[in-house]
């Protein structure tokens, strides 16, 4: 079974093809057929990155239509030297990330028209995103016809967030409208979480888990039985965690007082905090923290400020979420940051031996790679995961046809 998968944003798009032979593989297999879209790469103009069996080619085109790049780096498929299939109708499904499902939609959905309307509908709660999302189902109907399509929704891993953590201490009548907690990186979340129960063979709804998700967007999920019980991104990506270019969450009333007494707009206000705040806002350097670690190791004492936010602000939401879960079985590592930083690793676990959790320095130092990095006598396992969002993806379109 060939199975395509687009992860579209507002500024990039990930796509990879999966070719399956019988039942799901127990390990994350490798796509035969990966592509990155870059439309920030130069002005006016998209980088197209291709790789198929070690081999990555690159392609400039302008970048004046979206869909024309699209329907470029799909053709990649059929054609030329990173041509793996013999023509479009052998993909059988294409799977999509789709940003915000609201509450309509709590599980991976069959694309329809109903469907379309409603992502386009939460584009209002999503606006960077859910556009772009849609934007390449529609690419997919151009290029490939009828064939089958999945939006899987980030939301949807937190969809059955209990009462208590959903609503916000506000009008009830705002929660009527919609406002309420959704949270987000669900797709990779709830990745971990099964790939946490493989890698200590256990049962997952046996696990209390606390996934972290650090890359230049962040969050963290309280995960127990395998369901998500508490998370810290909530209405919108902007809250929890201090972020790459993101503040997270900051009292309301410093906005009431820019507002009142600085004259921002509301555009204003959604620039500074989605953009220009997090670490490259408290270091005034940069949203990428090898960066700002950098500038750290040359005594930027702005920098250095920047770190310990960071880290305060990760543990404190670390140690928000275990009175949810009664105790904790495993820490889980992610994402971009997640990852590759082993400092952070070091520094955030360092506030937990209260807990008995101990890491092996040796180990966490080696850049592990879906491993336990805890020591044998630790009372608290810490796994490093690899996230695989697309693999994810490719997963709830088999499960949707099978």
């Known amino acids: 079974m060939k199975i395509l998968v687009l992860n579209a944003g507002s500024s990039s798009q990930k796509s990879c093809l999966y070719a399956l032979n019988g039942d799901l593989p127990a390990d994350p297999p490798e796509p035969v057929w990966e592509a990155h879209i870059d439309w920030t790469h130069q002005q006016g103009m998209a980088e197209i990155n291709v790789k198929v069996a070690g081999i990555t080619l690159e392609h400039e085109l302008p970048s004046t239509s979206r869909t024309e790049v699209t329907q470029f780096m799909l053709e990649t498929l059929w054609s030329g030297k990173t041509q793996v299939i013999e023509n479009p109708k052998e993909i059988e499904i294409v799977g999509h990330r789709v940003v915000h499902g609201g509450q309509e939609y709590q599980s991976s959905t069959r694309v329809n028209a109903d469907v379309k309307a409603a992502i386009a509908r939460l584009a209002s709660f999503a606006p960077v995103h859910n556009p772009a999302n849609l934007e390449g189902i529609e690419v997919i109907e151009q ?198 930083d082993a400092q952070l690793r070091a520094a955030t676990c360092e506030a937990f031996g209260f807990l008995g959790l101990t890491l092996d320095p040796q180990k966490n130092n080696q850049k592990p790679v879906d491993q336990d990095i805890a020591t044998p006598d630790s009372a608290v396992r810490v796994l490093v995961i690899h996230t695989q969002e697309d693999w994810a993806i490719a997963q709830e379109c088999w499960k949707l046809v099978h």
């Not at 508490?230 to 919108?236: R, S, V």
């Not at 503040?247 to 009333?253: A, E, F, L, N, Q």
């Not at 220009?276 to 040359?298: F, H, M, P, T, Y």
């Open 143 to 340: 290029v490939l016809g009828d064939v089958p399509q999945v939006a899987v929704f980030d939301t949807a891993f937190h969809a059955h967030l209990p009462p208590a953590t959903a609503v916000y201490p506000i009008p009830y009548k705002w929660f009527e409208q919609g406002i309420r907690r959704y949270g987000f990186h669900g797709i990779s979340h709830q990745y971990c979480a099964h790939r946490a129960a493989q890698l200590l063979n256990r049962d997952l709804n046996s696990l209390r888990l606390i996934t972290c998700h650090l890359g230049n967007g962040c969050s963290l999920a309280a995960i127990a039985q395998g369901h998500s019980i508490d998370t810290t991104m909530g209405f919108t990506p902007l809250e929890g965690l201090m972020m790459g270019s993101r503040s997270g969450s900051v009292d309301p009333g410093i906005l009431i007082h820019l507002l009142r007494q600085e004259g921002y707009t509301a555009d204003q206000l959604d620039q500074m905090l989605n953009k220009e705040s997090g670490l490259k806002g408290v270091s005034g350097i940069s949203a990428d923290v090898r960066r700002v670690r950098e500038a750290d190791a040359q005594g930027n004492a702005q920098a250095q400020l920047a770190l310990e936010v960071y880290v305060h602000r990760l543990r404190s939401q670390i140690g928000s979420l275990l009175p949810a879960l009664g105790g904790l079985d495993a820490l889980v590592f992610t994402a971009g940051v997640g990852e590759n």
